[in-house]
């Protein structure tokens, strides 16, 4: 381990550098308002497509998460689901799919690591107690607001960790969002995370379910969903990110469900949130519900966005 001291993202001094690790959907937006707010950027993805387009924005390519972090008093990542984490962070440490050192040994003390990933409160607290040992301040920093609000840099980050490295971290979390929240410890950010698409995976499918509905007792779609946003069943797929296509411009539904939140990962998200009521005798029958729907659609549609939930009731959609 590298025992220099760094002295991470102080809001008094200079921009830090930072390497961002993960750009896809989310990550590749987010890295890019980064650089137009002037941060010096080092990236690394395992896909060269998702690279390409950062270089492009002005960001420097690494072929290794150790050689994006190499000049970095700062690491952010965005990757799809616990395992890719613990991979990057804790290698051979983790869940047995890397065979490399983690990223973790590698760093200087003093580094602030920031894992806006979705993932387990339990998998976000073994990287936070790796990283406290090797003297690295870690944050669990999932994110709400889709695609969108990482295209606008007006997402919601919700923070776990102590309240020092939630305080180096928000200059640079408010350059990517609007609303930072320190929800408490190591891996509370993650258990309001999941709290949310808990809360959200069933509102997509309740809406999907009372637009069918709709639709197939003669109402317009756009008709009906206006008539809902100023009624009592009004809600964000509503309001940003309406299921039916064609309803509303730039949203998945009028674009094959291509791009947006994949279903497997709000897939991945329901089951770490029943996961969580299982460990701790809470009663989620709604969530329960709402999983079977996106188990059965994700079979064949796992890498659309999870608005396609829409096809459930009515295939055409996805033609
Ligand atoms: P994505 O699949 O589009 O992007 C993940 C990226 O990580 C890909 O480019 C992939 O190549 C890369 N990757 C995977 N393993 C890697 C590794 N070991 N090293 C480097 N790169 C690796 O997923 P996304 O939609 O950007 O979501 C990322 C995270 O954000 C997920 O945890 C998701 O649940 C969460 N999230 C997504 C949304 C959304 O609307 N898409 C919203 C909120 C939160």
Redesign the pocket.
Same mark, same amino acid.
């Given at each position: 381990m590298n025992t220099q001291d760094v002295n991470a993202a102080d809001s008094s001094s200079a921009k830090p550098n930072i390497a961002f690790?993960? $750009?896809?959907?989310? +990550?590749?937006p987010m890295a890019e308002n980064l650089l137009k707010a002037g941060y010096a950027l080092s990236v690394? %993805? *395992? @896909?060269k497509d998702?690279t390409q387009r950062l270089q492009q924005a002005g960001a420097k390519v690494a072929d290794s =998460?150790k050689g994006a972090a190499s000049n970095a008093q700062v690491v952010i990542? &965005? $990757? =799809?689901?616990g395992k890719?984490v613990h @991979?990057?962070y804790l290698g051979d440490m983790g869940l047995g799919?890397?065979k490399s050192k983690g990223l973790l040994s590698e760093l200087p003390q003093g580094t602030l690591v920031i894992d806006?990933?979705?993932?387990a409160a339990a998998d976000a607290r073994i990287v936070a107690e790796a990283a406290s040992q090797a003297g690295i301040d870690f944050l669990d920093a =999932?994110?709400? +607001?889709?695609?969108g +609000?990482?295209i606008a840099g007006s *997402?919601t980050f919700i923070v776990g960790g102590s309240a020092d490295a939630f305080a180096k971290a928000e200059p640079i979390l408010a350059v990517m969002g609007k609303n930072i929240f320190h929800a408490g410890e190591h891996g509370a950010g993650q258990v309001a #995370?999941i709290c949310n698409?808990l809360l959200l995976g069933i509102l997509m499918a309740g809406t999907a379910e009372a637009i069918n509905l709709g639709v197939k007792n003669g109402l317009d779609p756009k008709v009906l969903s206006d008539i809902m946003l100023q009624s009592s069943g009004r809600n964000w797929t509503l309001e940003v990110y309406n299921p039916y296509p064609k309803v509303m411009d730039n949203v998945p539904s009028s674009n094959g469900y291509q791009?947006?939140? &994949?279903t497997k $990962?709000?897939q #991945? %998200?329901l089951n770490l949130a029943l996961q969580t009521a299982q460990n701790t005798n809470v009663n989620t029958p709604m969530g329960a519900k709402a999983t079977e729907l996106y188990e059965a659609h994700t079979v064949e549609n796992g890498d659309r966005?999870f608005s396609s939930i829409m096809a459930l009731h009515d295939s055409s959609v996805l033609s």
């Amino acid at each position: 381990m590298n025992t220099q001291d760094v002295n991470a993202a102080d809001s008094s001094s200079a921009k830090p550098n930072i390497a961002f690790i993960g $750009l896809g959907n989310m +990550g590749a937006p987010m890295a890019e308002n980064l650089l137009k707010a002037g941060y010096a950027l080092s990236v690394y %993805d *395992l @896909s060269k497509d998702a690279t390409q387009r950062l270089q492009q924005a002005g960001a420097k390519v690494a072929d290794s =998460p150790k050689g994006a972090a190499s000049n970095a008093q700062v690491v952010i990542s &965005m $990757l =799809p689901a616990g395992k890719h984490v613990h @991979s990057v962070y804790l290698g051979d440490m983790g869940l047995g799919e890397s065979k490399s050192k983690g990223l973790l040994s590698e760093l200087p003390q003093g580094t602030l690591v920031i894992d806006s990933s979705t993932i387990a409160a339990a998998d976000a607290r073994i990287v936070a107690e790796a990283a406290s040992q090797a003297g690295i301040d870690f944050l669990d920093a =999932p994110v709400s +607001g889709g695609t969108g +609000g990482a295209i606008a840099g007006s *997402l919601t980050f919700i923070v776990g960790g102590s309240a020092d490295a939630f305080a180096k971290a928000e200059p640079i979390l408010a350059v990517m969002g609007k609303n930072i929240f320190h929800a408490g410890e190591h891996g509370a950010g993650q258990v309001a #995370k999941i709290c949310n698409n808990l809360l959200l995976g069933i509102l997509m499918a309740g809406t999907a379910e009372a637009i069918n509905l709709g639709v197939k007792n003669g109402l317009d779609p756009k008709v009906l969903s206006d008539i809902m946003l100023q009624s009592s069943g009004r809600n964000w797929t509503l309001e940003v990110y309406n299921p039916y296509p064609k309803v509303m411009d730039n949203v998945p539904s009028s674009n094959g469900y291509q791009g947006g939140f &994949m279903t497997k $990962l709000m897939q #991945k %998200d329901l089951n770490l949130a029943l996961q969580t009521a299982q460990n701790t005798n809470v009663n989620t029958p709604m969530g329960a519900k709402a999983t079977e729907l996106y188990e059965a659609h994700t079979v064949e549609n796992g890498d659309r966005d999870f608005s396609s939930i829409m096809a459930l009731h009515d295939s055409s959609v996805l033609s």
